[in-house]
Protein backbone atom coordinates (compact mmCIF):
# COMPACT_ATOMS: atom_id res chain seq x y z
CA UNK A 1 0.00 0.00 0.00
CA UNK A 2 0.91 3.67 -0.70
CA UNK A 3 0.71 6.45 1.26
CA UNK A 4 0.71 10.28 0.18
CA UNK A 5 0.94 12.32 3.25
CA UNK A 6 0.71 16.13 2.47
CA UNK A 7 3.08 17.81 5.27
CA UNK A 8 0.94 20.77 6.28
CA UNK A 9 1.89 22.02 9.64
CA UNK A 10 2.90 18.62 11.13
CA UNK A 11 6.22 18.12 13.15
CA UNK A 12 8.90 15.88 13.03
CA UNK A 13 6.82 13.48 15.86
CA UNK A 14 3.77 13.21 13.97
CA UNK A 15 5.69 11.58 10.65
CA UNK A 16 7.54 9.60 13.16
CA UNK A 17 4.15 8.37 14.52
CA UNK A 18 2.44 8.12 11.14
CA UNK A 19 5.38 6.19 9.30
CA UNK A 20 5.27 3.62 12.46
CA UNK A 21 1.73 3.15 11.89
CA UNK A 22 2.42 2.50 7.92
CA UNK A 23 5.21 0.21 8.94
CA UNK A 24 2.90 -1.82 10.92
CA UNK A 25 0.30 -2.38 8.31
CA UNK A 26 3.04 -2.99 5.85
CA UNK A 27 2.63 0.21 3.38
CA UNK A 28 4.76 3.13 2.34
CA UNK A 29 4.26 6.64 3.16
CA UNK A 30 5.74 9.60 1.34
CA UNK A 31 5.66 13.13 2.68
CA UNK A 32 5.44 16.10 0.25
CA UNK A 33 4.87 19.70 0.72
CA UNK A 34 2.57 20.12 -2.50
CA UNK A 35 0.53 17.96 -4.58
CA UNK A 36 2.98 18.97 -7.42
CA UNK A 37 5.73 17.25 -5.28
CA UNK A 38 4.37 14.08 -5.38
CA UNK A 39 7.25 11.62 -7.19
CA UNK A 40 6.58 9.47 -9.79
CA UNK A 41 6.29 6.27 -8.26
CA UNK A 42 3.60 7.86 -5.60
CA UNK A 43 1.22 9.02 -8.36
CA UNK A 44 -0.44 5.77 -7.97
CA UNK A 45 -0.60 6.00 -3.95
CA UNK A 46 -4.00 4.04 -2.74
CA UNK A 47 -4.40 6.83 0.46
CA UNK A 48 -3.80 10.52 0.67
CA UNK A 49 -4.07 12.09 3.91
CA UNK A 50 -4.17 15.87 3.45
CA UNK A 51 -6.29 18.32 1.31
CA UNK A 52 -4.76 16.05 -1.90
CA UNK A 53 -7.34 18.10 -4.81
CA UNK A 54 -5.82 17.44 -7.19
CA UNK A 55 -5.08 13.88 -6.57
CA UNK A 56 -8.49 13.27 -6.22
CA UNK A 57 -9.40 14.38 -8.78
CA UNK A 58 -7.45 12.74 -11.46
CA UNK A 59 -6.47 9.53 -9.55
CA UNK A 60 -8.38 6.86 -10.31
CA UNK A 61 -5.97 4.41 -8.27
CA UNK A 62 -6.60 6.73 -5.03
CA UNK A 63 -9.24 5.03 -2.63
CA UNK A 64 -8.93 7.24 0.31
CA UNK A 65 -8.52 10.71 1.18
CA UNK A 66 -8.31 11.57 4.97
CA UNK A 67 -8.82 15.52 4.95
CA UNK A 68 -7.52 17.79 8.47
CA UNK A 69 -10.51 19.56 8.44
CA UNK A 70 -13.81 19.29 9.77
CA UNK A 71 -15.53 20.88 7.25
CA UNK A 72 -15.68 18.88 3.73
CA UNK A 73 -18.32 20.52 1.56
CA UNK A 74 -15.53 21.17 -1.40
CA UNK A 75 -15.28 17.37 -1.58
CA UNK A 76 -18.63 16.11 -1.15
CA UNK A 77 -19.94 17.03 -5.07
CA UNK A 78 -20.85 14.02 -6.98
CA UNK A 79 -17.87 13.86 -9.64
CA UNK A 80 -15.65 15.04 -7.32
CA UNK A 81 -13.23 12.22 -7.13
CA UNK A 82 -11.95 10.43 -10.21
CA UNK A 83 -12.68 6.92 -7.91
CA UNK A 84 -16.13 7.47 -7.60
CA UNK A 85 -15.68 5.06 -4.86
CA UNK A 86 -12.85 6.72 -2.91
CA UNK A 87 -13.48 7.13 0.50
CA UNK A 88 -13.33 10.35 2.38
CA UNK A 89 -12.87 10.65 6.38
CA UNK A 90 -12.19 14.21 8.12
CA UNK A 91 -11.29 15.09 11.53
CA UNK A 92 -14.73 16.01 12.50
CA UNK A 93 -13.51 15.80 16.76
CA UNK A 94 -10.20 17.62 16.51
CA UNK A 95 -11.50 20.86 16.81
CA UNK A 96 -13.74 21.10 19.18
CA UNK A 97 -11.34 22.24 22.22
CA UNK A 98 -10.16 25.14 20.26
CA UNK A 99 -13.37 26.27 18.62
CA UNK A 100 -15.51 26.19 21.89
CA UNK A 101 -12.94 28.40 23.61
CA UNK A 102 -13.01 30.38 20.95
CA UNK A 103 -16.90 30.44 20.82
CA UNK A 104 -16.51 31.56 24.81
CA UNK A 105 -14.13 34.00 23.69
CA UNK A 106 -16.18 35.96 21.24
CA UNK A 107 -18.94 35.52 23.16
CA UNK A 108 -17.63 37.22 25.88
CA UNK A 109 -15.57 40.14 24.43
CA UNK A 110 -19.18 40.91 22.90
CA UNK A 111 -20.98 40.71 26.09
CA UNK A 112 -18.26 42.54 28.28
CA UNK A 113 -17.63 45.37 25.35
CA UNK A 114 -14.14 44.60 25.23
CA UNK A 115 -13.76 45.59 21.94
CA UNK A 116 -14.57 48.77 22.25
CA UNK A 117 -12.69 49.20 25.48
CA UNK A 118 -9.60 47.97 23.41
CA UNK A 119 -10.13 50.52 20.68
CA UNK A 120 -10.30 53.20 23.25
CA UNK A 121 -7.06 51.32 24.80
CA UNK A 122 -5.42 51.54 21.50
CA UNK A 123 -6.09 55.26 21.36
CA UNK A 124 -4.72 56.22 25.02
CA UNK A 125 -8.11 56.71 26.44
CA UNK A 126 -8.91 55.06 29.60
CA UNK A 127 -12.64 54.19 29.10
CA UNK A 128 -15.73 54.64 31.43
CA UNK A 129 -17.48 51.32 32.77
CA UNK A 130 -19.42 49.87 29.87
CA UNK A 131 -22.49 48.08 30.16
CA UNK A 132 -21.87 43.89 31.08
CA UNK A 133 -24.32 41.40 29.91
CA UNK A 134 -23.27 37.64 31.71
CA UNK A 135 -23.10 33.51 30.58
CA UNK A 136 -24.77 33.74 33.87
CA UNK A 137 -28.20 32.82 33.74
CA UNK A 138 -27.85 32.76 29.71
CA UNK A 139 -30.40 31.13 27.67
CA UNK A 140 -27.93 29.39 25.16
CA UNK A 141 -29.10 27.93 21.93
CA UNK A 142 -26.50 25.13 20.29
CA UNK A 143 -27.58 24.86 17.06
CA UNK A 144 -25.88 21.66 15.93
CA UNK A 145 -24.43 19.03 18.44
CA UNK A 146 -21.58 17.31 17.22
CA UNK A 147 -18.60 17.84 18.71
CA UNK A 148 -17.76 21.42 18.39
CA UNK A 149 -21.57 22.10 19.74
CA UNK A 150 -21.04 19.76 22.37
CA UNK A 151 -17.41 20.81 23.77
CA UNK A 152 -18.74 24.38 23.88
CA UNK A 153 -22.14 22.95 25.59
CA UNK A 154 -19.21 21.45 28.25
CA UNK A 155 -17.67 24.57 29.14
CA UNK A 156 -20.17 26.95 28.79
CA UNK A 157 -22.19 25.01 31.61
CA UNK A 158 -19.69 25.85 34.33
CA UNK A 159 -20.63 29.71 33.75
CA UNK A 160 -23.95 28.76 35.50
CA UNK A 161 -26.27 29.76 32.17
CA UNK A 162 -30.32 29.48 32.80
CA UNK A 163 -30.31 26.77 30.16
CA UNK A 164 -28.48 25.00 27.47
CA UNK A 165 -30.90 23.57 24.73
CA UNK A 166 -28.97 21.56 21.55
CA UNK A 167 -31.17 21.70 18.36
CA UNK A 168 -30.15 19.04 15.96
CA UNK A 169 -31.77 16.87 12.89
CA UNK A 170 -31.96 13.65 15.38
CA UNK A 171 -32.98 15.41 18.24
CA UNK A 172 -30.87 13.35 20.26
CA UNK A 173 -27.96 13.83 21.81
CA UNK A 174 -25.72 11.95 24.65
CA UNK A 175 -24.16 14.67 25.94
CA UNK A 176 -25.26 15.40 29.89
CA UNK A 177 -24.73 19.65 29.39
CA UNK A 178 -27.72 19.90 27.26
CA UNK A 179 -30.65 20.88 29.73
CA UNK A 180 -32.56 19.62 26.46
CA UNK A 181 -32.29 18.77 22.96
CA UNK A 182 -35.01 19.03 20.61
CA UNK A 183 -35.49 18.74 16.52
CA UNK A 184 -34.65 21.22 13.92
CA UNK A 185 -38.37 21.58 13.37
CA UNK A 186 -38.46 23.44 16.95
CA UNK A 187 -36.02 25.92 15.81
CA UNK A 188 -38.39 28.56 15.85
CA UNK A 189 -39.65 27.75 19.75
CA UNK A 190 -36.40 27.66 20.66
CA UNK A 191 -34.90 31.25 18.75
CA UNK A 192 -38.02 32.55 20.96
CA UNK A 193 -36.32 32.23 24.09
CA UNK A 194 -32.30 32.44 23.19
CA UNK A 195 -30.35 35.03 24.56
CA UNK A 196 -27.16 33.16 22.91
CA UNK A 197 -27.00 31.25 19.57
CA UNK A 198 -24.45 29.43 18.68
CA UNK A 199 -24.24 27.89 15.66
CA UNK A 200 -22.12 24.65 14.67
CA UNK A 201 -23.36 23.32 11.60
CA UNK A 202 -21.67 21.64 8.37
CA UNK A 203 -22.88 22.84 5.28
CA UNK A 204 -25.23 20.93 3.46
CA UNK A 205 -28.98 21.65 1.39
CA UNK A 206 -30.54 21.38 4.86
CA UNK A 207 -28.47 23.80 6.66
CA UNK A 208 -28.12 26.63 4.09
CA UNK A 209 -29.89 29.80 4.72
CA UNK A 210 -30.99 27.89 8.00
CA UNK A 211 -31.10 31.47 10.05
CA UNK A 212 -33.17 33.15 7.71
CA UNK A 213 -34.37 36.63 8.03
CA UNK A 214 -38.05 35.35 9.78
CA UNK A 215 -35.90 33.42 11.98
CA UNK A 216 -33.55 35.87 12.92
CA UNK A 217 -36.86 38.41 13.67
CA UNK A 218 -37.55 35.70 16.11
CA UNK A 219 -34.86 36.38 18.91
CA UNK A 220 -35.39 38.85 21.86
CA UNK A 221 -33.93 42.37 21.91
CA UNK A 222 -30.39 42.22 22.52
CA UNK A 223 -29.87 38.52 21.44
CA UNK A 224 -25.98 37.03 20.39
CA UNK A 225 -25.47 35.22 17.34
CA UNK A 226 -21.75 33.40 16.95
CA UNK A 227 -21.19 31.36 13.67
CA UNK A 228 -18.26 28.85 13.36
CA UNK A 229 -20.02 26.58 11.07
CA UNK A 230 -20.52 27.74 7.47
CA UNK A 231 -21.26 31.21 6.26
CA UNK A 232 -24.03 30.03 4.10
CA UNK A 233 -26.26 29.32 7.27
CA UNK A 234 -27.40 32.98 8.20
CA UNK A 235 -28.91 35.12 6.11
CA UNK A 236 -25.89 37.87 6.00
CA UNK A 237 -27.87 40.83 4.57
CA UNK A 238 -30.83 40.20 7.41
CA UNK A 239 -28.06 40.09 10.02
CA UNK A 240 -26.50 43.01 9.44
CA UNK A 241 -29.75 44.58 9.04
CA UNK A 242 -30.85 43.58 12.40
CA UNK A 243 -27.37 44.59 14.07
CA UNK A 244 -27.53 48.09 12.32
CA UNK A 245 -30.67 48.86 14.03
CA UNK A 246 -29.77 47.52 17.38
CA UNK A 247 -32.38 44.68 17.41
CA UNK A 248 -29.50 42.14 17.97
CA UNK A 249 -27.06 42.50 20.80
CA UNK A 250 -23.93 41.46 18.76
CA UNK A 251 -22.67 38.65 16.45
CA UNK A 252 -19.27 37.04 16.34
CA UNK A 253 -18.84 35.80 12.29
CA UNK A 254 -15.63 33.41 11.89
CA UNK A 255 -17.42 32.21 8.78
CA UNK A 256 -19.06 34.41 5.61
CA UNK A 257 -20.53 33.21 2.41
CA UNK A 258 -17.36 34.67 0.54
CA UNK A 259 -14.17 34.16 2.20
CA UNK A 260 -11.85 36.01 2.64
CA UNK A 261 -14.50 38.17 2.93
CA UNK A 262 -14.55 40.47 -0.33
CA UNK A 263 -12.92 44.63 0.06
CA UNK A 264 -16.41 45.72 -0.88
CA UNK A 265 -18.81 43.83 2.12
CA UNK A 266 -20.44 46.10 3.99
CA UNK A 267 -19.81 43.57 6.67
CA UNK A 268 -16.60 45.27 7.61
CA UNK A 269 -18.47 47.75 8.58
CA UNK A 270 -21.54 46.42 10.34
CA UNK A 271 -22.25 47.85 14.03
CA UNK A 272 -21.35 45.09 16.46
CA UNK A 273 -20.54 42.57 14.52
CA UNK A 274 -17.06 40.73 15.79
CA UNK A 275 -15.43 39.57 12.86
CA UNK A 276 -12.22 36.52 12.58
CA UNK A 277 -10.90 35.31 9.80
CA UNK A 278 -11.89 31.86 9.55
CA UNK A 279 -9.59 31.26 12.35
CA UNK A 280 -11.58 29.48 15.18
CA UNK A 281 -9.82 26.70 14.70
CA UNK A 282 -6.61 26.24 13.20
CA UNK A 283 -3.51 23.51 13.22
CA UNK A 284 -1.20 25.65 15.32
CA UNK A 285 -2.69 24.23 18.65
CA UNK A 286 -0.36 21.12 19.39
CA UNK A 287 -3.88 19.21 20.48
CA UNK A 288 -5.38 19.96 17.78
CA UNK A 289 -2.57 18.53 15.43
CA UNK A 290 -1.69 15.78 17.79
CA UNK A 291 -5.71 14.87 17.57
CA UNK A 292 -5.70 14.81 13.73
CA UNK A 293 -3.07 12.34 13.34
CA UNK A 294 -3.67 10.53 16.22
CA UNK A 295 -7.41 10.15 14.08
CA UNK A 296 -5.90 9.68 10.62
CA UNK A 297 -3.30 6.65 12.41
CA UNK A 298 -6.38 5.10 13.97
CA UNK A 299 -8.29 5.18 10.71
CA UNK A 300 -5.32 4.14 9.06
CA UNK A 301 -5.37 0.39 11.26
CA UNK A 302 -9.33 0.20 10.25
CA UNK A 303 -8.42 0.87 6.56
CA UNK A 304 -5.91 -2.00 6.48
CA UNK A 305 -8.08 -4.21 8.38
CA UNK A 306 -10.68 -3.97 6.39
CA UNK A 307 -12.87 -2.10 8.51
CA UNK A 308 -15.33 0.44 8.35
CA UNK A 309 -13.62 4.24 8.75
CA UNK A 310 -14.13 5.41 12.16
CA UNK A 311 -13.95 9.26 10.96
CA UNK A 312 -16.00 8.40 7.58
CA UNK A 313 -17.81 11.10 6.08
CA UNK A 314 -21.29 10.26 4.33
CA UNK A 315 -20.60 11.66 1.10
CA UNK A 316 -24.05 11.67 0.02
CA UNK A 317 -25.28 13.78 3.49
CA UNK A 318 -22.57 15.63 3.26
CA UNK A 319 -20.83 15.46 6.90
CA UNK B 1 -32.51 54.05 62.98
CA UNK B 2 -31.71 56.60 60.04
CA UNK B 3 -30.01 55.15 57.23
CA UNK B 4 -28.42 57.07 54.22
CA UNK B 5 -28.25 55.08 50.61
CA UNK B 6 -25.91 56.81 47.78
CA UNK B 7 -28.11 55.86 45.06
CA UNK B 8 -24.98 55.19 42.56
CA UNK B 9 -26.56 53.04 39.78
CA UNK B 10 -29.52 51.62 42.02
CA UNK B 11 -32.96 50.74 40.15
CA UNK B 12 -36.22 51.08 41.54
CA UNK B 13 -36.62 47.48 42.77
CA UNK B 14 -33.35 48.15 44.55
CA UNK B 15 -35.07 51.05 46.59
CA UNK B 16 -37.90 49.05 47.23
CA UNK B 17 -36.20 46.59 48.26
CA UNK B 18 -34.37 48.36 50.84
CA UNK B 19 -37.09 50.31 52.02
CA UNK B 20 -38.78 47.15 52.76
CA UNK B 21 -36.36 45.77 55.31
CA UNK B 22 -35.10 48.90 56.59
CA UNK B 23 -39.25 49.41 57.65
CA UNK B 24 -39.16 45.69 58.78
CA UNK B 25 -36.41 47.40 61.45
CA UNK B 26 -37.88 50.38 61.94
CA UNK B 27 -35.30 52.24 60.32
CA UNK B 28 -35.93 55.62 58.45
CA UNK B 29 -34.22 55.64 54.78
CA UNK B 30 -32.75 58.32 52.98
CA UNK B 31 -31.78 58.10 49.23
CA UNK B 32 -29.38 60.71 48.26
CA UNK B 33 -27.55 60.95 44.55
CA UNK B 34 -24.19 62.20 46.34
CA UNK B 35 -23.18 62.72 50.12
CA UNK B 36 -23.49 66.54 49.37
CA UNK B 37 -27.24 66.41 48.89
CA UNK B 38 -27.61 64.43 52.55
CA UNK B 39 -30.13 66.22 54.06
CA UNK B 40 -30.05 67.93 57.94
CA UNK B 41 -32.19 65.78 59.69
CA UNK B 42 -29.77 62.88 58.49
CA UNK B 43 -26.35 64.29 58.74
CA UNK B 44 -26.38 62.05 62.24
CA UNK B 45 -27.71 58.71 60.28
CA UNK B 46 -26.05 55.76 61.97
CA UNK B 47 -25.49 53.76 58.49
CA UNK B 48 -24.58 54.50 55.20
CA UNK B 49 -24.72 52.13 52.16
CA UNK B 50 -22.51 53.83 49.47
CA UNK B 51 -18.81 55.23 49.16
CA UNK B 52 -19.83 57.51 52.06
CA UNK B 53 -16.20 58.78 52.17
CA UNK B 54 -16.86 62.62 53.40
CA UNK B 55 -19.13 61.03 55.64
CA UNK B 56 -17.22 58.19 57.44
CA UNK B 57 -14.19 61.25 57.90
CA UNK B 58 -16.56 63.53 59.50
CA UNK B 59 -19.26 61.72 61.49
CA UNK B 60 -19.18 60.59 65.14
CA UNK B 61 -22.76 59.68 64.74
CA UNK B 62 -21.96 56.89 61.91
CA UNK B 63 -21.43 53.03 63.08
CA UNK B 64 -21.44 51.13 60.00
CA UNK B 65 -21.01 51.84 56.57
CA UNK B 66 -21.60 49.26 53.60
CA UNK B 67 -19.37 49.85 50.25
CA UNK B 68 -20.65 48.44 47.21
CA UNK B 69 -17.13 47.16 45.87
CA UNK B 70 -14.91 44.01 46.86
CA UNK B 71 -12.05 46.14 47.62
CA UNK B 72 -11.32 48.40 50.68
CA UNK B 73 -7.89 49.89 50.50
CA UNK B 74 -8.89 53.35 50.76
CA UNK B 75 -11.26 52.74 54.04
CA UNK B 76 -8.63 50.70 56.59
CA UNK B 77 -6.18 53.33 56.79
CA UNK B 78 -5.88 54.00 61.01
CA UNK B 79 -8.13 56.82 61.24
CA UNK B 80 -9.74 57.02 58.18
CA UNK B 81 -12.96 56.97 60.31
CA UNK B 82 -14.42 60.16 62.35
CA UNK B 83 -15.88 57.37 64.67
CA UNK B 84 -13.17 54.48 65.19
CA UNK B 85 -15.49 51.86 66.17
CA UNK B 86 -17.79 52.04 63.14
CA UNK B 87 -18.24 48.98 61.22
CA UNK B 88 -17.15 48.72 57.75
CA UNK B 89 -19.12 45.65 55.33
CA UNK B 90 -17.88 45.18 51.69
CA UNK B 91 -19.70 43.49 48.82
CA UNK B 92 -16.54 40.80 48.44
CA UNK B 93 -19.18 38.37 46.78
CA UNK B 94 -21.25 40.26 44.65
CA UNK B 95 -18.60 40.41 41.63
CA UNK B 96 -16.58 36.73 41.31
CA UNK B 97 -19.35 36.23 38.70
CA UNK B 98 -18.10 38.72 36.59
CA UNK B 99 -15.01 39.05 36.90
CA UNK B 100 -13.98 35.38 36.77
CA UNK B 101 -15.85 36.17 33.41
CA UNK B 102 -13.46 38.98 32.65
CA UNK B 103 -10.54 36.61 33.76
CA UNK B 104 -11.65 34.05 31.13
CA UNK B 105 -12.09 36.32 28.47
CA UNK B 106 -8.64 38.40 28.13
CA UNK B 107 -6.74 34.82 29.38
CA UNK B 108 -8.30 33.50 25.59
CA UNK B 109 -7.75 36.85 24.44
CA UNK B 110 -4.53 36.51 24.75
CA UNK B 111 -4.04 32.94 24.00
CA UNK B 112 -5.90 33.10 21.01
CA UNK B 113 -3.85 36.16 19.65
CA UNK B 114 -7.38 38.11 18.97
CA UNK B 115 -6.06 41.64 19.90
CA UNK B 116 -3.88 41.54 17.13
CA UNK B 117 -6.89 39.90 14.62
CA UNK B 118 -9.39 42.19 15.77
CA UNK B 119 -6.52 45.03 14.84
CA UNK B 120 -6.21 43.49 11.45
CA UNK B 121 -10.09 43.38 11.23
CA UNK B 122 -10.59 46.79 11.80
CA UNK B 123 -8.04 48.00 8.92
CA UNK B 124 -9.98 45.24 6.58
CA UNK B 125 -7.52 43.21 6.10
CA UNK B 126 -8.43 39.57 6.49
CA UNK B 127 -5.10 38.18 8.49
CA UNK B 128 -3.23 34.59 8.52
CA UNK B 129 -3.76 32.23 11.15
CA UNK B 130 -2.14 32.72 14.43
CA UNK B 131 -0.40 30.62 16.66
CA UNK B 132 -3.37 29.32 19.48
CA UNK B 133 -2.72 28.41 22.92
CA UNK B 134 -5.14 26.94 24.83
CA UNK B 135 -6.68 26.26 28.63
CA UNK B 136 -7.08 22.75 27.43
CA UNK B 137 -3.43 21.16 29.52
CA UNK B 138 -2.45 24.46 30.33
CA UNK B 139 -1.39 24.91 34.27
CA UNK B 140 -3.29 27.16 36.09
CA UNK B 141 -2.10 29.28 39.42
CA UNK B 142 -5.19 31.55 41.36
CA UNK B 143 -3.24 33.64 43.75
CA UNK B 144 -6.00 34.67 46.35
CA UNK B 145 -8.67 31.69 46.70
CA UNK B 146 -11.46 34.26 48.13
CA UNK B 147 -14.78 34.49 45.84
CA UNK B 148 -13.66 35.75 42.98
CA UNK B 149 -10.15 32.68 42.54
CA UNK B 150 -13.22 29.92 43.29
CA UNK B 151 -15.58 31.65 40.71
CA UNK B 152 -12.94 31.71 38.38
CA UNK B 153 -11.56 28.00 39.52
CA UNK B 154 -14.85 26.80 39.08
CA UNK B 155 -15.43 27.81 35.03
CA UNK B 156 -11.63 27.37 34.19
CA UNK B 157 -11.99 23.52 35.22
CA UNK B 158 -14.17 23.23 32.57
CA UNK B 159 -11.62 23.56 29.75
CA UNK B 160 -9.90 20.59 31.18
CA UNK B 161 -6.45 22.50 32.46
CA UNK B 162 -3.70 19.84 33.34
CA UNK B 163 -4.12 21.61 37.03
CA UNK B 164 -5.66 24.51 39.00
CA UNK B 165 -3.71 25.34 42.05
CA UNK B 166 -4.87 27.67 45.07
CA UNK B 167 -2.34 30.06 46.74
CA UNK B 168 -3.54 31.83 49.98
CA UNK B 169 -2.26 32.61 53.57
CA UNK B 170 -3.63 29.76 55.02
CA UNK B 171 -3.41 26.90 52.35
CA UNK B 172 -6.71 26.00 52.24
CA UNK B 173 -9.81 26.06 50.17
CA UNK B 174 -13.11 24.08 50.34
CA UNK B 175 -13.55 24.75 46.53
CA UNK B 176 -13.26 21.27 45.02
CA UNK B 177 -12.20 23.07 41.29
CA UNK B 178 -8.46 23.29 42.82
CA UNK B 179 -6.42 20.21 42.40
CA UNK B 180 -3.88 21.60 45.48
CA UNK B 181 -4.31 24.36 47.29
CA UNK B 182 -0.88 25.90 49.03
CA UNK B 183 0.45 28.37 51.47
CA UNK B 184 1.53 31.79 50.07
CA UNK B 185 5.52 30.43 51.38
CA UNK B 186 4.81 27.78 48.66
CA UNK B 187 4.34 30.37 46.03
CA UNK B 188 7.91 30.50 44.32
CA UNK B 189 7.82 26.32 43.81
CA UNK B 190 4.44 26.66 42.32
CA UNK B 191 5.43 29.90 40.20
CA UNK B 192 7.80 27.30 38.05
CA UNK B 193 5.11 25.23 36.99
CA UNK B 194 2.44 28.16 36.06
CA UNK B 195 1.45 28.64 32.36
CA UNK B 196 -1.23 30.76 33.82
CA UNK B 197 -1.12 32.74 37.05
CA UNK B 198 -4.21 34.86 38.07
CA UNK B 199 -3.70 37.18 40.62
CA UNK B 200 -7.22 37.92 42.76
CA UNK B 201 -5.65 39.37 46.02
CA UNK B 202 -6.95 42.78 48.33
CA UNK B 203 -4.43 45.39 48.85
CA UNK B 204 -2.38 44.70 52.25
CA UNK B 205 0.81 45.05 52.95
CA UNK B 206 1.70 41.47 52.86
CA UNK B 207 0.44 41.25 48.77
CA UNK B 208 2.43 44.53 47.87
CA UNK B 209 5.26 43.63 45.10
CA UNK B 210 4.23 40.04 45.93
CA UNK B 211 5.15 39.60 42.32
CA UNK B 212 8.14 40.66 42.35
CA UNK B 213 10.78 40.76 39.61
CA UNK B 214 12.77 37.44 41.12
CA UNK B 215 9.42 35.83 41.33
CA UNK B 216 8.62 36.82 37.65
CA UNK B 217 11.52 35.44 36.16
CA UNK B 218 10.41 31.65 37.76
CA UNK B 219 7.62 31.48 35.51
CA UNK B 220 7.76 29.32 32.78
CA UNK B 221 8.84 30.53 28.76
CA UNK B 222 5.48 31.85 27.52
CA UNK B 223 3.20 31.96 30.65
CA UNK B 224 0.46 34.51 31.16
CA UNK B 225 -0.37 36.61 33.68
CA UNK B 226 -3.88 38.28 34.58
CA UNK B 227 -4.35 40.37 37.24
CA UNK B 228 -7.87 42.06 38.62
CA UNK B 229 -7.37 42.23 42.26
CA UNK B 230 -4.58 45.51 43.25
CA UNK B 231 -2.31 47.45 41.03
CA UNK B 232 0.19 47.31 44.03
CA UNK B 233 0.97 43.61 43.81
CA UNK B 234 2.97 43.50 40.78
CA UNK B 235 5.99 44.93 39.99
CA UNK B 236 5.00 46.93 37.05
CA UNK B 237 8.09 47.86 35.70
CA UNK B 238 9.67 44.28 35.33
CA UNK B 239 6.27 42.76 34.08
CA UNK B 240 7.09 45.06 31.23
CA UNK B 241 10.31 43.96 30.87
CA UNK B 242 9.68 40.82 30.82
CA UNK B 243 6.98 40.53 28.38
CA UNK B 244 8.91 43.21 26.14
CA UNK B 245 11.61 40.53 25.70
CA UNK B 246 9.32 37.63 24.82
CA UNK B 247 9.67 35.70 28.01
CA UNK B 248 5.99 36.40 29.37
CA UNK B 249 3.78 35.24 26.54
CA UNK B 250 1.01 38.06 27.82
CA UNK B 251 -0.50 39.46 30.63
CA UNK B 252 -3.67 41.63 31.05
CA UNK B 253 -3.85 43.83 33.40
CA UNK B 254 -7.42 45.40 34.80
CA UNK B 255 -5.48 47.42 37.52
CA UNK B 256 -2.28 49.41 38.23
CA UNK B 257 -0.35 51.29 40.56
CA UNK B 258 -1.54 54.14 39.80
CA UNK B 259 -5.19 54.68 38.16
CA UNK B 260 -6.33 56.38 35.61
CA UNK B 261 -3.06 54.81 34.33
CA UNK B 262 -0.93 58.20 33.66
CA UNK B 263 -0.62 59.28 29.86
CA UNK B 264 3.09 58.40 29.88
CA UNK B 265 3.35 55.45 31.66
CA UNK B 266 5.35 53.00 29.17
CA UNK B 267 2.48 50.38 29.72
CA UNK B 268 0.65 51.36 27.37
CA UNK B 269 2.61 50.89 24.55
CA UNK B 270 3.88 47.40 25.81
CA UNK B 271 4.42 44.62 23.87
CA UNK B 272 1.40 41.66 24.68
CA UNK B 273 0.13 43.60 27.41
CA UNK B 274 -3.46 43.60 27.02
CA UNK B 275 -5.12 46.58 29.65
CA UNK B 276 -8.50 47.10 31.08
CA UNK B 277 -9.46 50.19 32.56
CA UNK B 278 -10.34 48.43 36.13
CA UNK B 279 -13.65 47.57 34.61
CA UNK B 280 -13.48 43.49 35.24
CA UNK B 281 -15.70 44.07 37.92
CA UNK B 282 -18.52 47.00 37.67
CA UNK B 283 -22.10 47.52 38.88
CA UNK B 284 -24.06 47.50 35.61
CA UNK B 285 -24.03 43.67 35.50
CA UNK B 286 -28.10 43.07 36.85
CA UNK B 287 -26.60 39.74 38.76
CA UNK B 288 -23.96 41.78 40.95
CA UNK B 289 -26.15 44.82 41.63
CA UNK B 290 -28.87 42.59 42.69
CA UNK B 291 -26.60 40.66 44.96
CA UNK B 292 -24.69 43.46 45.81
CA UNK B 293 -28.02 44.97 47.58
CA UNK B 294 -29.01 41.39 48.66
CA UNK B 295 -26.22 41.56 50.82
CA UNK B 296 -26.65 45.05 52.39
CA UNK B 297 -29.85 44.11 53.17
CA UNK B 298 -29.40 40.50 55.29
CA UNK B 299 -26.25 42.38 56.73
CA UNK B 300 -28.93 44.93 57.83
CA UNK B 301 -30.95 42.42 59.29
CA UNK B 302 -28.03 41.37 61.26
CA UNK B 303 -27.39 44.83 62.46
CA UNK B 304 -30.34 45.71 63.71
CA UNK B 305 -30.93 42.12 65.58
CA UNK B 306 -27.61 43.11 67.20
CA UNK B 307 -25.73 40.29 64.95
CA UNK B 308 -22.30 39.63 63.38
CA UNK B 309 -22.24 41.61 60.08
CA UNK B 310 -21.60 38.38 57.12
CA UNK B 311 -19.56 40.99 54.71
CA UNK B 312 -17.45 42.29 57.72
CA UNK B 313 -14.21 43.52 57.08
CA UNK B 314 -11.20 42.76 59.34
CA UNK B 315 -9.79 46.84 59.47
CA UNK B 316 -6.42 45.68 60.94
CA UNK B 317 -6.37 42.53 58.06
CA UNK B 318 -8.14 45.15 55.26
CA UNK B 319 -10.25 42.39 53.73
Wanted: proline share 4%.
Amino acid sequence: MKIVVLKGMLKESHEKKIEDTAEKVGAKVCFVKDEKDIPEDFKDAEVIYGFGINTAKTSKALKWMCVPSAGVDAFVEPGFFANDDCLLSNSSGAYGVTIAEHIIAVTLMMMRKLTYTYEEILNGVWGLPKPQKSLKDCRITVLGTGDIGRTFAKRAKAFEPENIIGVCRSGKSDEESFDRVVKIEDLEEVLKETDLLVMSLPDTPETKGILSEDKIKLLPEGAYIVNVGRGSAIDEIALAKYLENGKLGGAALDVFVNEPLPKESPLWKTKNLLITPHNAGNLTLDYTLNKNVDMFCEDLLNYSNGLLLKYIVDRKKGY
